[in-house]
């Protein structure tokens, strides 16, 4: 036992020589599930970036690979808010490559009925011009890839925004 206090001590002693400026009670506390396992324990995974969430977020859950969707999957299980922004963003991007402007009532209804006060701003601004943005769900004319960009930056905000809220 003695031994072990004593490596311990030493290796405190290497890595301060090496420039560590921690306190030795932290390499301590570091070292002790190695006294019970004798092996290095795996790292933990990195998590998502918000980014990479919300892109998953906003793909299609077909064309997601089977480990992304599985993260995501995992994420989402942890937040009821999560999931209920998911359901929200993929069900205006349904409708909105679908051209199902009559249905953007009924989605702002949904999402008025749930505690997301990021989308609830979002809804109050599609409010303001509803007759230009339901014409914009549904006519065929388009600006093309400058409306695409749009949509994408307002769809990809709005879920940054709901997931930095709940974190």
């Known amino acids: ?29 570091y070292l002790h599930p190695f006294r019970s396992t004798g092996r290095i324990p795996r790292p933990a995974r990195k998590p998502p970036s918000v980014r990479r969430v919300v892109s998953w977020m906003m793909s299609d859950p077909a064309r ?18 999560l999931t209920a922004l998911s359901g929200h963003v993929r069900a205006f991007a349904e409708m909105m ?11 702002m209804a949904a999402v ?15 409010r303001r011009d509803l007759d230009a943005v339901t014409a914009g769900l549904t006519l065929p004319w388009s600006s093309g890839p400058v409306e695409g960009h749009v949509n994408l930056k307002v769809t990809w905000n709005l879920a940054r925004a709901v997931i930095m809220s709940s974190g």
């Open 64 to 81: 997601l690979d089977a480990g992304d969707r599985q993260r995501l999957d995992a994420i989402l299980a942890t937040s009821s808010e």
């Open 97 to 107: 490559a679908g051209r199902r402007g009559r249905e953007l009532e009924r989605w």
């Open 1 to 29: 036992m003695e031994r072990r206090l004593h490596q311990r001590h030493q290796l405190f002693g290497e890595i301060s020589e090496l420039g560590y400026r921690g306190s030795k009670k932290i390499v301590l506390n």
């Open 112 to 126: 008025d009925a749930d505690d997301l006060p990021a989308l609830h701003s979002f809804v109050r601004g599609l």
